[in-house]
């Protein structure tokens, strides 16, 4: 009895580590995120910053987000415009998406929910207080690619998908419109004028 006890207890162990280890490798991918852009705005230099800011990118899955947004035109773009596009998202990312986190995760730390892992993807809910008592609630999608994870959406305290609502909205339709090339064209236009207002 105290030998299956014993084994019961420690296969129970097991478990739980591995269960903590999937766990972290969901929430790292998160925390290099805003780790790097915090820091990048302390760089010294401008190209500091724009490494810290890469590293940053390294998190997100934008070949994963440019094959989503592009849908079944996904099927009939060329490698090379398909880059393109994952490019453009990150470009986009950086001008525009890391001053937000610069703007209100400067100061103030995350919590993080225990990820919820389906398979291939995870989603882990965060929230932030402000000014002792504001709540603000969100969560991030993460997808499996190879033995780590990268954030592929983000969902608002409504669980409206930021991914789903620019697919929808702006995406397809220009894709319907102008087709491949002149999503990028239009895509171009848009990084540079985020590009701009960050003073970059």
């Known amino acids: 009895m105290k030998k299956f006890l014993a084994i019961t207890i420690c296969l129970f162990a097991i478990s739980v580590h591995a269960q903590e280890e999937a766990e972290q490798k969901v929430l790292a991918p998160i925390k290099r995120l805003i780790g790097n852009v915090r820091y990048s705005d302390k760089a010294k230099t401008l190209a500091d910053r724009i490494a810290l800011e890469d590293r940053a990118l390294e998190s997100i899955g934008s070949t994963q987000m440019a094959e989503f947004l ?16 994952a490019k453009q998202i990150r470009e986009y990312t950086r001008y525009k998406a890391f001053p937000l986190i610069h703007k209100y995760f400067k100061d103030i730390d995350l919590t993080y929910e225990p990820p919820v892992i389906n398979g291939d993807q995870a989603r882990v809910q965060s929230s932030v207080v402000y000014s002792g008592s504001e709540r603000l609630t969100f969560s991030w999608i993460l997808t499996k690619v190879g033995e780590n994870y990268v954030i592929t959406d983000f969902l608002n305290d409504k669980n409206t998908s930021s991914m789903q609502s620019n697919k929808v909205g702006q995406v397809q339709p220009t894709l319907k419109e102008k087709g491949v090339p002149g ?6 236009n848009a990084v540079a004028q985020v590009k701009k207002a960050a003073g970059r």
């Open 70 to 85: 592009m849908g079944d035109y996904a099927k009939t773009a060329t490698p090379a415009q398909k880059e393109k596009f």
């Open 183 to 188: 999503l990028l064209s239009v895509m171009d």
